[in-house]
């Protein structure tokens, strides 16, 4: 079925350092997500993206959190600075349109020390 | 989240026993889908199920908008389906919520 493709699988970063999680998404998809999940616990909504604009974000979307897909490239999650608390598993995921199936990723491992 | 809450929130079964997992929604909803996250953390999608019953293999979802509810039944269960459950939401906006999961383990 479709893919959506997340690198890197894993990182280990600095705090305060800055990471970049890239997100392929499935090819002809419009709607972007990406969620965060700390182990154990629940998958939560970050933000979602359309039409190269943020739609919403919610509260765990700090403003050190960032999205964009430049030119259709990947779509990416920055974070800048990172912070202890910002250790999770995010996941990225692309739906068609409204009301269709949403793929996820795999996952990108992030811990900060 | 408080929009979507999953019941049980853990489920311990024999081998061959079946099980039912609820999802109950509070508003209006574009869709359902159900998702298997297995114990290293990728998620399966099971079901896009915004209304109706849907069956493939063993497992069967059912979503009753009226009722804004919506269940997974696992029948004859194995080991192999041990992981959370994860039912989500698709509200106007795009927005889509995930319950909280259920927790499944299936004894040999």
């Known amino acids: 079925g479709p893919k959506v493709l997340q690198i890197p699988s894993h990182q280990i970063i600095d705090m305060g350092q800055m990471v970049t999680l890239n997100c392929d998404p499935v090819s002809n998809h419009l709607y972007f997500y990406w969620y965060k999940q700390i182990l154990g616990q629940q998958m939560e909504f970050l933000v979602n993206?359309?039409?190269?604009?943020?739609?919403?974000k919610s509260k765990l979307f700090k403003d050190q959190f960032s999205v964009e897909r430049p030119d259709g490239s990947y779509f990416t999650l920055k974070i800048q600075p990172t912070a202890l608390e910002d250790s999770a598993v995010y996941f990225c995921?692309?739906?068609?349109?409204?009301?269709?199936?949403?793929?996820f990723g795999e996952g990108s491992r992030l811990i900060v020390v | 989240g408080q929009q979507v809450q999953q019941s049980p929130a853990s489920l311990v079964l024999q081998e061959g026993e079946n099980a039912e997992l609820q999802c109950n929604f509070s508003?209006?909803?574009?869709?359902m889908q159900w998702f298997y996250q297995r114990p290293g953390g990728s998620l399966v999608s099971l079901f896009y199920n915004p209304s109706g019953t849907k069956h493939s293999g063993r497992l069967t979802s059912t979503t009753v908008i009226k009722e804004r509810r919506s269940s997974l039944h696992i029948s004859s269960s194995q080991t192999t389906d041990s992981g959370t459950y994860l039912c989500?939401?698709?509200?106007?906006?795009?927005?889509?919520?995930f319950g909280d999961g259920t927790q499944l383990v299936v004894k040999p």
């Open positions: 508003t209006s909803l574009n869709s």
């Open positions: 989500a939401l698709e509200r106007g906006n795009n927005r889509i919520f």
């Open positions: 993206f359309y039409n190269g604009k943020v739609m919403e």
């Open positions: 995921a692309s739906l068609g349109r409204s009301g269709n199936t949403l793929y």
